[in-house]
């Protein structure tokens, strides 16, 4: 009698399966290689017919791996079981390639027998082994999957007829159906079952668990498997785990075995094509107790014992690359260094930059580094001859028939960069105290009322504001609408080789003020006013060091992203000054990235930051409690007022006063003059 001769089982990885193993290795694994476990599935082989030919091919159906597997549950299709296995990843290709593969197979095929010989159960009997080495910078993922098998001995063989068609004077067609309608209405999808003839009518069947086997089923009952083998002499591969389990498990009763090959997932048309066979072995004599020999690597595409690479780059959307490029550096950060930072967070973070400037352009750029998914820009002006080379989102071409508009040009350019970024621009003039609005024509007021409302909108929607403009009084409108609003404000400010970079205070809690952080307008004495008029050209355009505006706005942003991981978020206490530079765990100034200062100054000519903390002001004209609720209050007309009036201000938050004291002191003061006096 002729050898049983099994077909492998070959295996079908999706690529969405590797996009989970992705996002597994990123957040989960990050650096382990422990095994996690795996889910997959395979049905039943299938012929297909060449229409030209005329000839039916078989087609192996493969255990299938999808997104899903990775979880408890998987769907399994109509006409498939599950499969279950273990996973592991390597961290360097090195690894993969020196990994003790003969190890790992053989504990995977111990695991199967201990199965087999101590709960006698059929659960493991298709258990697989996949390794795996994802190189996620080139989307190349290289794996080896092993099917463990027992090899019979001594070894199967088949009667002299075959297999056969189950049709073939084995089952009729209505038994055929029976089992058909019985398998599918299994809660649990059945890989290998038993096939009893009814004690009634030997032409009705039933169906149950192969572990309900007994002694007496040797003579009449069938045993069946889900075949994925399609191959007309060679059953599928899971059905060497299924022979070694009955010679263990039942060895006086099966030394010649009754097997069906189920290879049907539907109810055919032109005839059944699931096969059966008898197999005996030579001796009769059950398998000991002891494990036999398994194999079961899979070969790769070159008919080789070795792993297969699955190059995902070609099929995947450039714009997804893209997104998970993004993400891939930042989410390295917690694999070692910072597994507390929270990525989401920031990644829901929306920024607005209130000038698409040089500083505009380094704060956006630096915002995509950190994967921040929403940044708008505002500016009212168009590009000109002299951004391109310090401004860099604009190029020469954006500069010719007058120019583009500098905020929708930068959220273009932005876009290039990364086209899953929602970015947007707006051009918007944003009104300033101390440059009236003319009551004629009365459009140029009904213009200033829409600009504040869209820049309320704007402020409403986003949760940082960044105040980049070139002008002081620039800053004081969205100050004051930011504040009402409980917004965090970030602040960047250029000199010729200083900086002031800061983070507004936030409104305190219940009114109680006790150590609140100042904004930008807290240490002046005078309400902000025109800077623009009158001004010559070095005063009129920003004359700093090329290199400052790129270190002021990585500052900002920084100093941003430390706020929003603090658990106090805007909230969050400044540090008190230092000499000392290690930062305690319990430091209130301290979140995840270190240190949340107030304010920064920097001195790019002495190369020197200083840490600086600013007490809020009462009399401040940006965030004092008489500003905002006068703004909650009145709403526009408080803004008309101050901007059209310029001593408004001073009088609204008592300023004026206070300077008229100060020089009622000054007169009082009584000057010494000479040279001998006697300290």
């Given at each position: 009698m002729p050898l049983v001769q099994f077909s492998p089982l070959p295996s079908l990885a999706h690529p969405a399966f590797w996009h989970k193993l992705t996002e597994l290795k990123l957040d989960v694994l990050k650096l382990s290689d422990a095994s996690v476990p795996v889910a997959a599935s395979y049905g039943v082989g299938r012929l297909i017919k060449d229409r030209e030919a005329g000839a039916s091919i078989a087609?192996?159906?493969?255990?299938?791996?999808?997104?899903?597997?990775?979880?408890?549950?998987?769907?399994?299709?109509?006409?498939?079981?599950?499969?279950?296995?273990?996973?592991?990843?390597?961290?360097?290709?090195?690894?993969?390639?020196?990994?003790?593969?003969?190890?790992?197979?053989?504990?995977?095929?111990?695991?199967?027998?201990?199965s087999i010989i101590t709960t006698k159960s059929t659960d493991s009997l298709n258990s697989f082994l996949v390794i795996t080495y994802a190189d996620l910078k080139k989307y190349k993922y290289y794996y080896w999957f092993a099917f463990p098998a027992f090899v019979a001995s001594p070894a199967w063989h088949i009667a002299e007829t075959g297999w056969t068609l189950a049709t073939d004077g084995a089952f009729t067609t209505e038994q055929m159906t029976s089992i058909y309608e019985q398998l599918a209405k299994q809660d649990t999808k059945l890989a290998y079952f038993i096939i009893r003839p009814s004690p009634n009518s030997s032409s009705q069947l039933s169906i149950a668990p192969v572990e309900s086997y007994t002694a007496d089923d040797s003579a009449n009952a069938t045993i069946a498997f889900i075949d994925p083998s399609a191959q007309p002499q060679n059953p599928g591969w899971p059905l060497r785990n299924l022979l070694a389990y009955l010679r263990v498990t039942y060895p006086d009763s099966t030394q010649s075995v009754k097997v069906l090959c189920w290879r049907d997932a539907e109810i055919p048309r032109d005839g059944w094509k699931s096969c059966v066979g008898t197999l005996t072995v030579e001796d009769g004599t059950a398998q000991a107790t002891a494990r036999p020999n398994a194999v079961g690597w899979e070969k790769n595409v070159h008919g080789k014992l070795g792993p297969r690479m699955a190059d995902l780059a070609p099929m995947m959307d450039p714009a997804r690359l893209a997104n998970q490029a993004v993400d891939l550096n930042l989410k390295l950060m917690r694999w070692r260094i910072l597994p507390a930072l929270d990525l989401d967070k920031i990644a829901g973070t929306k920024c607005l930059l209130l000038g698409a400037g040089t500083l505009g352009c380094y704060v956006s750029r630096c915002l995509m580094g950190w994967g921040v998914r929403t940044i708008t820009l505002v500016d009212s002006a168009r590009v000109s001859f002299s951004n391109p080379v310090r401004q860099p989102l604009f190029q020469f071409t954006d500069c010719l028939n007058g120019g583009k508009p500098k905020a929708e040009c930068a959220a273009e350019r932005l876009r290039e960069v990364w086209p899953g970024l929602n970015a947007t621009g707006h051009s918007l003039s944003i009104p300033m105290p101390g440059h009236p609005i003319p009551a004629s024509p009365p459009s140029l007021l009904e213009q200033a009322k829409k600009d504040v409302e869209k820049l309320e909108k704007l402020i409403e929607e986003h949760d940082v504001v960044y105040l980049l403009m070139?002008?002081?009084?620039?800053?004081?409108?969205?100050?004051?609408?930011?504040?009402?609003?409980?917004?965090?404000?970030?602040?960047?400010?250029?000199?010729?080789?200083?900086?002031?970079?800061?983070?507004?205070?936030?409104?305190?809690?219940?009114?109680?003020?006790?150590?609140?952080?100042?904004?930008?307008?807290c240490n002046d004495i005078v309400a902000p006013a025109d800077s623009l008029t009158d001004r010559t050209l070095d005063q009129m355009c920003t004359v700093t060091r090329p290199g400052l505006a790129s270190i002021a706005a990585s500052t900002a942003v920084e100093l941003m992203m430390s706020v929003v991981q603090h658990p106090e978020g805007l909230y969050a206490p400044a540090p008190k000054p230092t000499s000392d530079s290690h930062i305690a765990d319990d430091e209130p100034g301290a979140s995840v990235l270190g240190l949340v200062p107030h304010q920064l100054r920097g001195y790019l000519a002495q190369f020197r930051n200083m840490p600086i903390i600013g007490a809020a002001y009462d009399k401040c004209t940006g965030c004092s409690e008489t500003v905002v609720k006068a703004y909650e209050e009145q709403g526009f007309a408080m803004l008309n007022n101050a901007f059209n009036d310029p001593k408004y201000l001073e009088k609204l938050t008592g300023l004026d006063k206070l300077y008229a004291e100060g020089e009622e002191a000054l007169k009082d003061v009584e000057w010494m003059e000479g040279e001998d006096e006697d300290f």
């Open positions: 087609v192996n159906a493969s255990l299938t791996v999808q997104e899903d597997s990775f979880v408890d549950t998987i769907k399994i299709p109509t006409g498939s079981t599950s499969a279950r296995g273990m996973l592991k990843n390597y961290n360097t290709i090195e690894e993969f390639k020196a990994a003790d593969k003969t190890k790992l197979f053989n504990e995977c095929a111990d695991k199967i027998w201990d070139d002008s002081r009084e620039s800053r004081w409108l969205p100050t004051v609408i930011a504040r009402s609003k409980g917004k965090l404000v970030m602040n960047a400010a250029l000199g010729f080789d200083t900086f002031l970079v800061m983070r507004h205070g936030a409104r305190p809690k219940d009114g109680n003020k006790d150590g609140a952080l100042g904004c930008y307008y």
